[in-house]
């Protein structure tokens, strides 16, 4: 089960970072170098979290307050945006 929200998880950052390819936004260097920074700060700050005491998992109800707001959020931003994103990215 863990590997089935690892993987949903990956799928929207994957989803953009080819998007960003295809758009000739950045090169297929600049996405995979990215990529690397981010696993090695979330592992380097898991590590240096976890390093006093393990962290327990979030109860439900936490998780019913956190993915609606990030969702939210992440619309907000995304019909912002999605004007100038469309002015800028057209052929």
């Known amino acids: 089960m863990r590997l089935t929200w690892i993987l949903l998880g990956c799928l929207p950052a ?3 970072a080819m998007s960003r ?3 000739g936004a950045h ?3 600049d996405i995979l170098a990215g990529g ?7 592992a380097v700050s898991l590590t240096l979290v976890q390093y006093r005491e393990p ?3 979030m109860s439900l109800r936490v998780w019913w307050l956190i993915v ?3 969702v939210g959020v992440l619309a907000f931003f995304a019909l912002h ?3 100038h994103a469309l002015l800028r990215y057209s052929y």
């Open 14 to 16: 994957l989803s953009i």
């Open 21 to 23: 390819v295809y758009l």
């Open 27 to 29: 090169w297929p260097t």
């Open 36 to 42: 690397l920074l981010a696993c090695c700060v979330c």
């Open 55 to 57: 962290l327990n998992a």
């Open 68 to 70: 609606p707001a990030c």
């Open 81 to 83: 945006a999605l004007p």
